[in-house]
Nanobody, 127 residues
Framework: VQLQGVWGGLVQAGGSLRLSCAAS????????IAWFRQAPGKEREGVSC???????YYADSVKGRFTISKDTAENAVYLQIDNLKPEDSAVYYC??????????????????????WGQGTQVTVSS
């Protein structure tokens, strides 16, 4: 299983960015795909997930600004980020729990629940 996250970059605050996660060895129409982020000195944070049945999860910190979607023909999952803030700066990872549903415990998606990870893509938001 390989997950390749791409299309990070340097963006001004208030701008938008779309991250892509291309999957191989796993079918995004059958398994949940999640996005995490990790800023320097901070723990890895689960920000969004889309399940096999298109149910979605968003961390409170990103609700209303992040939108997750998937393209089964491309076998890819996307994370649209709008109204970027400097605190969104982090390395973003896509991952899968290798299950159909998103694993969320008390409104938090733990990193320990993921079985496969992409290599990460840097997002930097300038103020």
């Amino acid at each position: 299983v390989q997950l390749q996250g791409v299309w990070g970059g340097l963006v001004q605050a208030g701008g938008s960015l779309r991250l892509s996660c291309a999957a191989s060895g796993i079918n995004v129409n059958r398994y949940a795909i999640a996005w995490f982020r990790q800023a320097p000195g901070k723990e890895r944070e689960g920000v969004s997930c889309i399940s096999r049945s298109y149910s979605t999860y968003y961390a409170d910190s990103v609700k209303g600004r992040f939108t997750i979607s998937k393209d089964t023909a491309e076998n890819a999952v996307y994370l649209q980020i709008d109204n970027l803030k400097p605190e969104d700066s982090a390395v973003y990872y896509c991952a899968t729990p290798d299950t159909a549903g998103c694993t969320v415990i008390r409104d938090v998606m733990p990193a320990e629940g993921m079985d496969y990870w992409g290599q990460g893509t840097q997002v930097t938001v300038s103020s």
